[in-house]
C-alpha cells in the first residue's frame, strides 16, 4: 500500500507498506489504513492485473552496477478475458551519473519508450474513472463570492487533512497526529466563527462528535508533546526522573489505544461520511449568500473582540492565573483562524492585512504556549514527585527541573505585556473595517 506523509494536505514523501497474506483478502492492517478513504463502504475489488516483471542491470567495464532497468507487461483481466494491456519500464540510478541516466533513456525514447507520470497499476487499469473528481473538491472563492464559500472552504480544508494524515495517524507518526488534530480543531474554530452564517437546521450533533475526537486526539498529541519536551530541554534529568518517564509512555500508549478503537469505530467513519456531505453542500443562512468581503470581517472581528475582553479581565490584576492566561493562549488562536479564513474572502491588500495580523496573534499563542508547556511539566513533574516520595534522587531532579520551568513560565509572564501590546494595534485591524 502507497502511503503519503507529510504536513498539512499536501504528501511530502512516499513510502510503502508491505503486509503477508493471501491474494485474496485485503489484510487487515491495510483494510484499516483506508478507513478514511472508503469510510463507511466495504472495500471491493477494483480491478485485477497479471503483471510479468523482467529486470536487468546496467554494469560498467569495472563491474559495478550503473543502474537497474525493470520493465513490468501488465494485463488487466475481466475473469479469463484481457481488457487492456501495457508495458511500464523504470530506470533507477545506482551509481550511475545523471548524464549516464539521460544517455540510457535518450535510447530507450529512441526505441519507442514514452515518459510518463508514476502512475499506479491500479489507475492505469481502472482508466479515466479513476482519474475523476475527489468526494470532496477544494475551492478558493472571491470576495464578491457568497460567504457561503468559506464554510465549505472549512469543511473540505479540515477533511482533507484529516484523510491525508489519518494513515500516518494510525501508523504512529507524530506528525501526522499533529496535523489531524489541527484539522479537526481548526474545524471547530471556523465552525464557531460562522455561525451566523449557518441555517437553522445546520447538522445537529456535529461539534460534539468533533469535540470527542478532538479530545482524544489532543491527549495524545499533549502527551507527544510532553515527553518531547521533557528530553530535549531536560535530558541531564532524565535519568532519575525515569520512572515519571515510564508512566507516562504508558499513559501515552493507553491514549493511543482509546483513539485507535474510536478510528476503527462506525461513529468515526459516519463523522466522515457527514463532512463528506456537508461540505458539498452545507446548510445556509440568509448571511451566508451575502458577499464575503462584507461578511467575513465582521465575523473575524467578534473573534478578535472574545480575545481582547479576556485580556482586558486580567490586565488590571498582577498576577493572573494560568488557567486564564491558557484561556487567552485558546482565543488568540481562535481569532488567527477566523482572521485567516476571512483573508481568503477578501481583496490582494486586505488579505494581505489580514495575514500581517494573523502572524501578530500567531506570536502571541506561541508564547502562551511556552508558558503553559512549562505550567504542564511542572504539574506532571510534582504528582511524579509525591508519587515517588521515597525516591530521594528523583526528588532532587523533580526539584531542578521545576525549578527551570517555573524560571520559563516566568519569562514568557514578563513579555506577555509587550506582545499584547504589539498585537492590539489598531492598525493590525484597519482590514476588519467594512
Known amino acids: ?12 514523501s512516499r513510502s510503502e507498506i508491505e503486509v503477508e497474506g493471501p491474494p485474496d483478502v485485503v489484510p487487515e492492517m491495510l483494510a484499516d489504513l483506508v478507513t478514511a478513504h472508503v469510510r463507511s463502504h466495504p472495500l471491493t475489488a477494483a480491478a485485477f492485473v497479471a503483471t510479468q516483471r523482467t529486470g536487468w542491470r546496467l554494469v560498467a567495464f569495472d563491474g559495478q552496477v550503473l543502474a537497474e532497468l525493470t520493465t513490468d507487461d501488465v494485463l488487466v483481466m475481466d475473469g479469463d478475458e484481457v481488457t487492456s494491456q501495457f508495458t511500464e519500464l523504470e530506470l533507477e540510478a545506482r551509481r550511475a551519473s545523471p548524464d549516464d541516466l539521460a544517455a540510457v533513456s535518450a535510447k530507450l525514447m529512441a526505441a519507442g519508450a514514452v515518459g510518463a507520470a508514476p502512475v499506479p497499476k491500479a489507475i492505469r487499469a ?3 474513472g479513476a482519474s475523476g473528481l475527489p468526494d470532496v473538491v477544494l475551492r478558493e472563492f472571491l470576495p464578491e463570492d457568497a460567504a457561503g464559500w468559506a464554510v465549505r472552504a ?12 489519518d494513515p500516518g495517524t494510525r501508523l504512529g507518526d507524530e506528525e501526522a497526529l499533529h496535523q489531524m488534530r489541527v484539522g479537526v480543531r481548526r474545524l471547530r474554530s471556523d465552525l464557531r466563527t460562522l455561525h451566523r452564517l449557518l441555517g437553522p437546521g445546520w447538522a445537529p450533533g456535529l461539534n460534539t462528535d468533533l469535540k470527542r475526537l478532538a479530545g482524544l486526539l489532543g491527549t495524545v ?10 528530553v530535549s530541554t531536560h535530558g541531564d ?12 509512555r504508558r499513559r501515552h500508549a493507553t491514549a493511543r489505544s482509546v483513539l485507535l478503537e474510536e478510528m476503527r469505530s462506525d461513529r468515526y467513519a459516519q463523522l466522515l461520511e457527514r463532512l463528506v456531505v456537508l461540505a458539498r453542500d452545507p446548510e445556509l ?6 458577499p464575503a468581503e462584507v461578511v467575513l470581517p465582521s465575523l473575524a472581528k467578534k473573534s478578535w473582540r472574545r480575545l481582547a475582553r479576556r485580556v482586558e479581565r486580567i490586565e488590571t490584576r498582577p498576577h493572573p492565573t494560568d488557567a486564564e492566561l491558557h484561556a487567552v493562549r485558546i482565543a488568540a488562536k481562535r481569532a488567527r483562524y477566523a482572521a485567516e479564513l476571512a483573508g481568503r474572502g477578501l481583496s490582494p491588500d486586505r488579505a494581505e492585512e489580514a495575514m500581517g495580523f494573523a502572524t501578530e496573534l500567531a506570536g502571541l499563542q506561541d508564547l502562551l504556549g511556552l508558558h503553559q508547556d512549562a505550567v504542564v511539566a511542572v504539574a506532571e513533574t510534582h504528582a ?3 508519587a515517588n516520595d521515597g525516591d530521594l534522587e528523583l526528588i532532587v531532579a ?19 505585556a509587550e506582545t499584547w501590546q504589539s498585537v492590539s494595534r489598531r492598525r493590525h485591524r484597519r482590514w476588519m473595517q467594512s
Do not use: C, W, Y
Open 1 to 12: 500500500l502507497p502511503a503519503a506523509s507529510g504536513n498539512g494536505v499536501r504528501p511530502a
Open 126 to 128: 481502472l482508466g479515466p
Open 154 to 165: 472549512a469543511l473540505a480544508d479540515a477533511l482533507l487533512r484529516i484523510v491525508k494524515n
Open 221 to 230: 498529541r499533549d502527551l507527544d508533546v510532553l515527553l518531547t519536551h521533557l
Open 237 to 248: 534529568l532524565m535519568t532519575p526522573l525515569g520512572p515519571m518517564l515510564t508512566d507516562l
Open 285 to 290: 443562512s440568509a448571511d451566508g449568500f451575502e
Open 384 to 386: 511524579a514527585a509525591a
Open 398 to 416: 523533580a526539584g531542578r527541573l521545576m525549578e527551570r520551568e517555573l524560571q520559563a513560565a516566568r519569562g514568557a509572564r514578563r513579555r506577555f
